[in-house]
């Protein structure tokens, strides 16, 4: 028999992860073998909430479902993790700036740091979803010293999924036939999805998708702003989708993938990206938790001027919060 793996998931009581919770405890993340026990961490009000959502997975009768806790205090949540994923976070409301979401989230992500420093798994990989997600990220990495930087991750595979989507749709072809795209940068609206090497079984498509002037006025815009369009539309933002990439992360992440993808990583100083940031860059996934940044891409200008506005952003969000922890 295989021994359970335990995956915290906090913001439990809420939209994505009323998503989430039924692929992980279905066995779509760590496959038909693996039991899971889940760790459900919410705020205080919105533990009666969460009490439903547990009343529902008992009720889903999932046979891989070992054990469900609910809990308000971290170290509970945290305890022996082996997946934490880190939905919860504050809002961000109607005229807020940047630094008054960061200025919310900081203490959050600080004591969610101490918390799985002292009591997760050694082995602990974390991805951040709650939004600043790749600021949030380097927030919990500087306070989680023990947590090797490499299992700590944000996520953006839900923008390379749109992308993916989205070529697919203009081109008129199954999904799968896509490779070739990536996210570059911050989870946010400057975020570049980069086309320009993108292929349809394997034959290049730039150039059917418009090229440099079209793709800059209407793809590139599209996927930015996707997450808006999603709220406007639905009035929530994107749950179904961000718990599905979320699972496609997790499975990459923990199993390995043929394709590469995009995730926020610690940045290595790739690319001419400075160390110190979260950056969302293409990777391949070697299985077991190992990530490596694909190299030797060679970026044209169009593709520069992209990547430079989204690092900024990001050491500008950094030096914002940096200024916040003195
Ligand atoms: P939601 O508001 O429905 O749920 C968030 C839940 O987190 C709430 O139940 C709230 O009580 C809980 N929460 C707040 N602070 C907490 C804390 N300190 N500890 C534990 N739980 C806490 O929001 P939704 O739609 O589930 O989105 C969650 C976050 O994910 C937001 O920050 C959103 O911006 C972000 N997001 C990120 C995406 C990405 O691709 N990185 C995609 C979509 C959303």
């Not at 880190?86 to 200025?103: N, Q, S, T, Y």
């Not at 992500?109 to 951040?128: D, G, M, P, T, Y």
């Amino acid at each position: 028999t295989v021994s359970p793996i335990t995956v915290c998931v906090t913001g439990a009581a809420g939209q994505i992860s009323y998503s989430l919770l039924s692929m992980l405890a279905a066995g779509s993340v760590f496959g038909p073998e693996q039991p899971v026990t889940l760790h459900l961490l919410e705020i205080p009000p919105a533990l009666p909430a969460l009490a439903g959502v547990v009343m529902e997975l008992l009720d889903g009768a999932f046979p891989l479902l070992h054990s469900v806790t609910q809990t308000a205090d971290p170290s509970v949540a945290f305890a022996d993790a082996d997946i934490a994923v880190l939905v919860g976070a504050f809002p961000r409301r109607a005229g807020m700036e940047r630094k008054d979401l960061l200025e919310k989230n900081l203490p959050i992500f600080e004591r969610q740091a101490h918390a799985l420093n002292e009591h997760a798994s050694k082995h602990v990989k974390v991805v951040v979803v709650g939004n600043p997600a790749n600021t949030n990220a380097m927030v919990l990495a500087a306070f989680a010293p023990d947590i090797p930087r490499a299992n700590i991750s944000a996520l953006t595979r839900l923008d390379h999924n749109r992308t993916m989507a989205q070529v697919a749709a203009r081109l008129d072809v199954p999904v799968q036939s896509v490779a070739g795209v990536c996210i570059w940068g911050n989870h946010s609206s400057t975020q570049y999805p980069d086309i320009t090497r993108a292929t349809v079984d394997n034959v290049p498509v730039f150039d059917k998708l418009g090229g440099f002037e079209i793709v800059a006025r209407d793809f590139i815009p599209t996927i930015q702003k996707r997450g808006a369009a999603v709220i406007k539309a639905r009035g929530f933002s994107s749950a179904l989708s961000a718990a599905r990439a979320i699972a496609n992360h997790l499975r990459s992440w923990v199993c390995g993938d043929e394709h590469i993808v995009s995730m926020a990583v610690p940045s290595d100083g790739s690319y001419g990206i400075k160390e110190g940031v979260f950056f969302s860059f293409p990777v391949r996934c070697m299985g077991d938790g190992v990530v490596e940044i694909v190299k030797g891409i060679e970026i044209d200008e169009f593709s520069k001027r992209y990547i430079d506005a989204t690092a900024e952003e990001l050491y500008a969000e950094r030096e914002e919060a940096l200024a916040l922890l003195e």
